[in-house]
Nanobody
């Protein structure tokens, strides 16, 4: 019953903006760090942004200043605000939940397609 359901991916022109959402269920959302990954055709999956349970954030150098990750624990939702989009941002974006302890747990969403093209 664990689910991470993503939405918000779309076709957008360079310079445009999108906001991705990921709604979680089936686990205690507030106890998990949340991350956004992306995978472009022919490339390995890469970490785009992460947010800890306490709200600390980190970003890939390629998206710093353009993307912002946030979370709303009351809604069990993590967001990725994407501004000034570039063609190289084109990828499938995946929501990830991660808890590291004696035994770690990780969950993945199904992915949502972001295409940046003129």
């Amino acid at each position: 019953q664990v689910q991470l359901v993503e939405s918000g991916g779309d076709l957008v022109q360079p310079g445009g903006s999108l906001r991705l959402s990921c709604v979680a269920s089936g686990f205690t959302f507030s106890r998990y760090a949340m991350n956004w990954y992306r995978q472009a055709p022919g490339k390995e999956r890469e970490l785009v942004a992460g947010i800890t349970t306490g709200g600390s954030t980190n970003y890939a150098d390629s998206v710093k200043g353009r993307f912002a990750i946030s979370r709303d624990n009351a809604k069990n939702t993590v967001y990725l605000q994407m501004n000034s989009l570039k063609p190289e941002d084109t990828a499938v974006y995946y929501c990830n939940a991660n808890w590291i302890g004696v035994v770690s747990r990780t969950y993945w969403g199904q992915g949502t397609q972001v295409t940046v093209s003129s």
